[in-house]
């Protein structure tokens, strides 16, 4: 029973190079993100995510009740008649405030998401494209920054601008951007290593028209996967710094207000608004980080 | 036009020195408009690097490059210099599977040459990309697929044609063919030879394939560890190697009753 292995191993390649249906994978997302394998725990995120977003655009809108509304002998009620879930300790529907509190806790995250990727992906692209001393002065950026946690920068934020949604939302943009350009500058500079970029150089194409048309577009499925991410991330973040009482302010409807605000209640035995809130973060968050790591591995895998 | 008398491209004391190592020196040679030059040699003699300043992708410790009565040793300063080299010179790199955007298909690449380097209207540059389809030989359902439906060779095909789009005068083929079956090699080699009988166009060929460089080329330098130690007529070099690496070169080709036991049981 002697295999030699020499040729033991290159079958072993040979099948993995023929192996159609992982080279169909592979090749296939390597172009964005098509074909993306999600499971049933994918799709169930994607449709929980998508009821969310919906929720966030049309909730205000939808509520069976004024959400500010408050009548105090209504206080603590638990579900009764059309109040789904009952009243909070101001005697304010609880369902309506959820469905409203979806829009800001949806809307911050989003913000937040959206400009650390852009931040992230600008910063990346340029050390990639330039290598080099720049390269070496954008990574040590990066550790600077990396070194103020997100929280921090938002007291920081709202002691220099005032408690509200957009400074809370721009600090933890910025204390997220170097996590999406560490990523996205890997991926960046292998593919900034490509023939095909060499090729355009050659051609005479500039660095913009090569970055944003070219090297960008075939790293867009770990920009969105890292997107996906954050997103989770934030909405956490925001909710804590709501809590905190520095970032949605209390009157107005929020996820993270509403676990702040159910506090009283919950050491009074009323754990009702406290507990809704939460469990909404925690789904929606759950959904949204599980997508963005099947995301994130897709766009890893065709980077391989 | 002022570049039809004197060389196409012209190399003189080309020098490129990486960290302590020499990769190139004192590189000399010209290339006159419609012939051919071969450089040969083993990996890492430095070929590739010659290549990569040529088409400035490298910059040159020392020495000058002239394209077309240009000198481009140093970087391009603007847009307009820019685009200008890429008309006067070409590449076409070994490996098929990352010379292409993966999400372009080569109707759009060549097209968006042809907008980089033009202000042609939309039909001028739909006829254009199906002149150098033609050229190169695919038809219009494989200039409008994605590169990863394509063939190693269909994907060179569409390398050459975008790299055509510029009309350059000179085409760099750095071992363009080396990573093809040998029969598709040969059909790549033969509209390679095609194109040049039809434009006029100078092809510098690197290569470490001898049949490919006699087939292709008139003159051929073979350099070893960064330094050209023959050059000559391809057919003189080839079959009257004068240097001894040349002759190391020409017997590493395998041909009719090549063993390779008769050579691992030669005593030492």
């Known amino acids: 029973m002697s295999i030699p292995v020499p040729s033991g191993v290159q079958t072993g390649v040979a ?28 799709w169930l995120s994607l449709v929980v995510v998508a009821l969310a977003a919906v929720l966030a655009v049309v909730g205000p809108f939808v509520r069976p009740f004024d959400p500010d509304l408050s009548d105090l002998s209504f206080a603590y009620v638990g579900p009764y008649g059309s109040h789904l879930l009952g009243f909070d300790g101001q005697g304010r529907d609880l369902f309506s405030r959820l469905l409203v509190g979806a829009r800001t806790t949806f809307l911050g995250a989003a913000f937040v998401a959206v400009v650390a990727v852009a931040v992230g992906s600008a910063l990346a692209v340029t050390a990639a494209w330039f290598g080099g001393r720049v390269d070496r002065v954008v990574s040590a950026g990066l550790d600077v920054v990396f070194a103020f946690p997100g929280i921090l920068l938002a007291v920081v934020a709202a002691a220099v601008f005032g408690a509200g949604l957009l400074s809370a939302g721009l600090a933890l943009a910025v204390a997220y951007s170097p996590y999406v350009a560490r990523v996205l500058r890997s991926a960046a500079l292998r593919e900034r290593a490509m023939a095909y970029v060499a090729a355009l150089e050659v051609q005479g194409f500039g660095a913009w028209r090569l970055c944003l048309r070219h090297l960008l577009p075939n790293i867009s499925g770990l920009v969105v996967a890292q997107g996906t991410i954050l997103f989770g991330f934030a909405m956490v973040d925001l909710a804590a710094i709501s809590f905190l009482g520095l970032g949605v302010q209390s009157p107005q ?7 702040s605000e159910g506090k009283t209640g919950l050491l009074q035995g009323y754990p009702m608004e406290s507990l809704t809130a939460v469990l909404c973060i925690v789904v929606v968050v759950s959904a949204v980080s599980f997508l963005g790591d099947r995301l994130e591995s897709a766009g890893k895998q065709a980077h391989r | ?46 070929k590739t690097t010659v290549a990569r300043m040529v088409v400035g992708l490298e910059r040159p410790t020392a020495g000058t490059i002239v394209a077309c009565g240009r000198d481009r040793s140093r970087p391009a300063r603007n847009a307009r210099e820019r685009t200008l080299r890429g008309r ?13 955007d993966p999400r372009q298909s080569g109707t759009a690449a060549v097209d968006e040459v042809l907008r980089v380097h033009h202000d042609h209207d ?43 789009a510029t009309e350059p005068k000179v085409l760099i083929l750095d071992e363009s063919v080396a990573a093809l079956d040998v029969s598709i090699q040969a059909q790549v080699l033969n509209v390679l030879a095609d194109i040049r009988d039809e434009r006029g166009i100078s092809y510098v060929l690197i290569s470490h394939d001898l049949a490919v460089v006699r087939q292709l080329t008139e003159d051929v330098l073979v350099m070893q560890r960064g330094v050209v130690v023959e050059r000559g007529r391809t057919a003189d070099v080839l ?30």
Do not use: N
Request: cysteine-free.
């Open chain 2, 1 to 46: 036009m002022p570049d039809t008398d004197g060389p196409v491209l012209s190399v003189s004391g080309l020098r490129k020195v990486f960290g302590t190592q020499v990769a190139v020196d004192d590189m000399t040679f010209e290339l006159a408009p419609g012939r051919s030059l071969a450089i040969v040699g083993e990996s890492g003699s430095g």
């Open chain 2, 122 to 164: 939309a039909a001028t540059r739909r006829r254009i990309v199906g002149e150098l389809a033609d050229l190169v030989g695919l038809d219009q359902r494989q200039m409008d697929a994605l590169p990863r439906a394509l063939s190693g060779g269909q994907r060179q095909r569409v390398a050459i044609a975008r790299a055509l």
């Open chain 1, 15 to 42: 099948a993995e190079v023929l192996d159609p249906v992982a080279e169909v994978e592979a090749t296939a997302v390597r172009g964005g993100l098509r074909r993306v394998r999600l499971g049933v725990l994918g």
């Open chain 2, 239 to 268: 079959d009257a190697p004068q240097h001894a690496y040349t002759r190391m070169l020409r017997a590493s080709v395998p041909g009719p009753g090549w063993k390779p036991t008769r050579t691992l049981r030669r005593p030492a």
């Open chain 1, 253 to 259: 409807a929020d996820w993270g207000v509403m676990v």
């Open chain 2, 88 to 100: 006067e010179v070409q590449i076409v790199f070994q490996d098929p599977y990352s010379s292409l």
